[in-house]
């Protein structure tokens, strides 16, 4: 089976994922209008703070892949990097089957500069790695912020855990990668600064819908947990709703309001991505700092 056909194969699976629990949490488990009602009495300055601040958070995104580039010698300016990012965003979500974001993004440097494939890429995937890294360190964190056990061991080897990881984690990939040794903390740090505005963003989406729970930590935990799960299915739709309305379950939310945050999340998210989509027809000009520019063919 050849590469192309894989990624139809994959893209179809996530759209069947997506659509199947889409359908069983609106329409078996919850009522569709019922969600929908939440959003009538919403306060959508809220909601628009949320979208600034996740903008905000992809765009940030791009110093810290900077920081890999620049080890390989790859000084691309802001302005061509973030264009390369959301170009990248609005393909590995509307382009299925097709070569994902990350990939063109490789595909498109070497083509421009003498880096290398092998470089490149392994800057690219390094830069996600840590990323999901951070993600999952502070999960382990939340387990013991939200007190979710009653465990002490359980408990405080959470917070043991999380803090040992947020050093180990970057001293680690620094011997198996000694190029981006330097990197991996600033890198990590990044990351979490980048969280700590994803969570400004969860703050302001349950603000705009009137949710104000007694546990905000157990809500990141849950928002953490269903970013790293949407990678099974289309942008994250249903994955995220599914496990926010189990969630709510649990935790003796009120389901349907926390479905109906989980679902304004998978509609930012696909609609900031959507952005790409401008510099799919524009083409991207590439820039180095303080140097002659190039240009990236958009074909």
């Given amino acids: ?59 940030l995104s791009v110093f810290r892949l900077d920081y890999y580039f620049r080890d390989i010698q790859l000084d691309l300016s802001y302005r061509s990097n973030i264009r390369l990012y959301f170009l990248g965003m609005f393909y590995n979500t509307f382009v299925p089957g097709g070569v994902g974001g990350d990939a063109y993004k490789v595909y498109m440097l070497n083509k421009n500069y003498d880096n290398g494939v092998k470089k490149i890429s392994q800057a690219v995937f390094l830069d996600k790695i840590i990323g999901l890294f951070a993600m999952v360190l502070i999960i382990v964190f939340l387990v013991y912020l939200s007190n979710l056990t009653d465990y002490p061991v359980i408990q405080y080897g959470a917070l043991i855990s999380s803090l040992v990881g947020f050093i180990a984690v970057p001293y680690i990939l620094g011997i198996i990668f000694p190029l981006h040794k330097k990197t991996f903390f600033n890198s990590m740090i990044y990351s979490i600064v980048l969280q700590l505005i994803q969570v400004g963003m969860l703050y302001f989406v349950l603000e705009g819908l009137n949710i104000h729970p007694e546990n905000f930590s157990i809500y990141l935990l849950i928002f953490l947990v269903s970013g790293i799960l949407s990678i099974i299915s289309f942008s994250g739709f249903g994955i995220r709703e599914v496990v926010f309305m189990y969630a709510a379950h649990r935790f003796n939310f009120n389901e349907t309001l926390a479905t109906s945050a989980a679902f304004i999340f998978s509609i930012i998210t696909i609609s900031i991505s959507f952005m790409g989509i401008i510099y799919l027809f524009k083409g991207v000009k590439i820039e180095e700092k303080k140097k002659n520019s190039k240009f990236l063919d958009k074909n």
């Fill in 1 to 59: 089976m050849n590469p192309k056909t894989k990624k139809y194969i994959v893209t179809g699976l996530k759209l069947a994922i997506s659509f199947i629990l889409i359908y069983y949490v609106f329409f078996v488990k919850l009522h569709i209008f019922d969600i929908f009602d939440n959003y009538k009495n919403a306060n959508w300055m809220y909601i628009a703070l949320a979208v600034i601040l996740y903008v905000i958070s992809q765009a």
